[in-house]
């Protein structure tokens, strides 16, 4: 049998009491969830490299992110 000590039920008492949320829930439609970004695409450029992130159902092919390499910093 295992009796809890006075230091132990005072650690268990611990508990942060936190204030209530000032700002409403986000409400967020399953579609909008699903497309990730605006228009369902986002494309980020790097020093050599333009990586592009599609939402998932958006193209035919299946196609979720597209990474090119160029050789000049221009993405050309």
């Known amino acids: 049998m295992h009796y809890v000590s006075q230091e132990e039920e005072n650690e268990m008492d611990k508990h942060l009491d936190m204030p209530p949320s000032w700002v409403e829930p986000i409400k967020l439609s399953l579609r909008d969830f699903q497309m990730r970004c605006p228009q369902g695409k986002k494309t980020k450029l790097y020093k050599r490299a333009k990586l592009e992130k599609f939402a998932h159902y ?14 000049n910093r221009e993405c050309r």
């Open 58 to 71: 958006l193209m035919k092919d299946g196609l979720v992110s597209k990474l090119s390499m160029y050789d």
